[in-house]
């Protein structure tokens, strides 16, 4: 069976007249020519366990039967039979006899250049302010949206990869954008003329990728297989792979890389090691990692303003961490009680010092923490756990979603300096809101409408007043590339 897995007496119901088949069978008539022999993709995403991780069981059959609209995956309803898809998921999230690998051959090997740049110009080839650019993630039927951030029109749509994960990122003078899948495709995507100009496969499962202060270089996180992968900005060709090992031998999956500008380095989240790695590419890097001892598992960062300290989230201290960067030191923990996503938060200044604010995924509430003492100042109660906090410099307010509880439709507005909830809107009663993004200037927002039949919102910030509506299919996260090359105040990076 070419490598797969094949499970003892899973058989497939005889259905249809179909004599009765392994799903491993089932696998290699219907689904090897896309997603190939070894389960590792190819015309078709990878569909190993990894990948579909957060994918639930349910919609895994769905798709089998139904297909995804807009994509070449089509349905076997017809084809075949309950017993026969249901077999044939289950098969799906289970991991192949022999673990698969990638390694720095097959990286190359996955290499492609899809446009000459030194053939493009080097001036936007569009009227769009070049820095008030959206990029937006339509994750429903995975394609990418570049928009107007004055007009609020698009001006291109194309098809990703599968699953864009851990948020776009740009180069410092915003020309060009680069994608991390789920499945470890890297993207590099030339904002100025609208076209995509390279690719590689970096990994089987990739977290998500960080580009350096100077544009030079790409750094990429993967789960499968744990390493790190560095690469040439300018072309994605490949320059260094670092096993993300620790001292005592052990090999980890990486939770996250970010950029810290004001330290020329690379930040990285170690999910199984307990250390937390610094690459730095100021001069000429070897990269090298500085390892700083971690007392606990950290799997996500913010950070201070100023990068010199790292908040992680850590289930030893119940909460989080915070390390000076500089000393290696932990300074203290924080008591956290619904375990956040750090790097869904965001911070403020509030009565002139700098205030740090993230939702839990486990409760409804919303920890305010002052970055001076690293106290936690108020937590504020919410209709439910939520994912996404965002703000901008010029807004009154922190907007935040209540992504996991039972009112996912309600997007709450908290009032940066009382800390109290000023608004709660319900865009679309019935269907999730979340993920917010400013424009450059503040004046406008986007808000995502999370469904098939979804929408991205544009609100005048300050009267809250809807002004325009754009049918989307699931859009998740959206980018605005003046936010994010400054690294902006409310913003994620």
């Given at each position: 069976m070419k490598g797969l897995l094949l499970l003892p007496l899973l058989w497939a119901s005889a259905a249809h007249g179909a004599a009765p088949q392994p799903a491993a069978a089932l696998y290699q008539q219907h689904c090897e020519s896309c997603h190939g022999a070894t389960r590792l993709g190819a015309a078709g995403p990878a569909l190993l366990p990894e990948s579909l991780g957060r994918i639930k069981p349910d919609e895994v059959r769905k798709v089998i039967a139904n297909g995804r609209p807009a994509s070449q995956m089509a349905g076997f309803a017809g084809t075949l039979s309950t017993p026969q898809i249901d077999a044939l998921a289950d098969y799906l999230q289970q991991p192949p006899a022999t673990p698969p690998t990638w390694n720095d051959h097959d990286i190359r090997a996955s290499h492609r250049l899809l446009a000459d740049l030194s053939t493009l110009p080097s001036t936007p080839q569009h009227h769009a302010d070049p820095l008030n650019l959206f990029v937006v993630v339509e994750a429903g039927d995975h394609h990418i949206n570049i928009l107007d951030g004055d007009r609020f029109t698009v001006l291109d749509r194309f098809a990703s990869h599968f699953a864009v994960h851990g948020g776009p990122k740009f180069s410092p003078d915003g020309r060009f954008v680069y994608f991390a899948s789920r499945d470890g495709w890297i993207s590099l995507y030339d904002l100025h003329n609208l076209k995509l100009i390279a690719e590689v496969r970096a990994g089987l499962n990739t977290r998500n990728l960080a580009v350096s202060k100077d544009g030079r270089w790409v750094l990429v996180g993967n789960y499968l297989p744990g390493?790190?992968?560095?690469?040439?900005?300018?072309?994605?060709?490949?320059?260094?792979?670092?096993?993300?090992?620790?001292?005592?031998?052990?090999?980890?999956?990486?939770?996250?890389?970010?950029?810290?500008?004001?330290?020329?380095?690379?930040?990285?989240?170690?999910?199984?090691?307990?250390?937390?790695?610094?690459?730095?590419?100021?001069?000429?890097?070897?990269?090298?990692?500085?390892?700083?001892?971690?007392?606990?598992?950290?799997?996500?960062?913010?950070?201070?303003?100023?990068?010199?300290?790292?908040?992680?989230?850590?289930?030893?201290?119940?909460?989080?961490?915070?390390?000076?960067?500089?000393?290696?030191?932990?300074?203290?923990?924080?008591?956290?009680?619904?375990?956040?996503?750090?790097?869904?938060?965001?911070?403020?200044?509030?009565?002139?010092?700098?205030?740090?604010?993230?939702?839990?995924?486990?409760?409804?509430?919303?920890?305010?923490?002052?970055?001076?003492?690293?106290?936690?100042?108020?937590?504020?109660?919410?209709?439910?756990?939520?994912?996404?906090?965002?703000?901008?410099?010029?807004?009154?307010?922190?907007?935040?979603?209540?992504?996991?509880?039972?009112?996912?439709?309600?997007?709450?507005?908290?009032?940066?300096?009382?800390?109290?909830?000023?608004?709660?809107?319900?865009?679309?009663?019935?269907?999730?809101?979340?993920?917010?993004?400013?424009?450059?200037?503040?004046?406008?927002?986007?808000?995502?409408?999370?469904?098939?039949?979804?929408?991205?919102?544009?609100?005048?910030?300050?009267?809250?007043?809807?002004?325009?509506?754009?049918?989307?299919?699931?859009?998740?996260?959206?980018?605005?590339?003046g936010n994010k090359i400054e690294f902006a105040e409310g913003t994620s990076h």
């Open positions: 390493s790190l992968v560095l690469l040439d900005a300018r072309d994605l060709s490949l320059v260094k792979t670092l096993p993300a090992t620790g001292l005592d031998g052990k090999t980890s999956r990486v939770s996250a890389v970010y950029t810290a500008p004001p330290r020329n380095s690379f930040i990285v989240a170690l999910k199984d090691v307990k250390e937390v790695w610094e690459l730095s590419y100021a001069g000429t890097p070897n990269f090298e990692p500085r390892r700083i001892a971690a007392q606990d598992f950290l799997d996500d960062f913010s950070f201070s303003p100023d990068y010199r300290q790292l908040l992680a989230t850590s289930r030893k201290a119940q909460g989080g961490q915070v390390i000076d960067l500089d000393s290696g030191n932990v300074v203290t923990d924080i008591p956290l009680p619904g375990m956040p996503h750090l790097g869904s938060g965001t911070y403020w200044k509030r009565n002139g010092d700098w205030v740090f604010a993230t939702p839990n995924i486990s409760k409804g509430l919303i920890s305010v923490i002052d970055f001076k003492t690293w106290k936690l100042i108020k937590e504020i109660p919410t209709l439910g756990p939520g994912f996404f906090m965002r703000s901008h410099v010029n807004s009154p307010y922190a907007w935040t979603d209540v992504f996991f509880g039972p009112d996912n439709d309600a997007i709450h507005l908290i009032d940066k300096q009382t800390l109290e909830i000023a608004h709660t809107l319900r865009p679309m009663p019935g269907k999730t809101a979340a993920h917010v993004e400013f424009t450059r200037d503040g004046r406008y927002l986007l808000l995502s409408i999370w469904d098939t039949d979804g929408a991205l919102i544009v609100y005048d910030s300050k009267t809250l007043r809807e002004i325009k509506r754009l049918p989307m299919n699931k859009p998740s996260g959206k980018y605005n590339v």
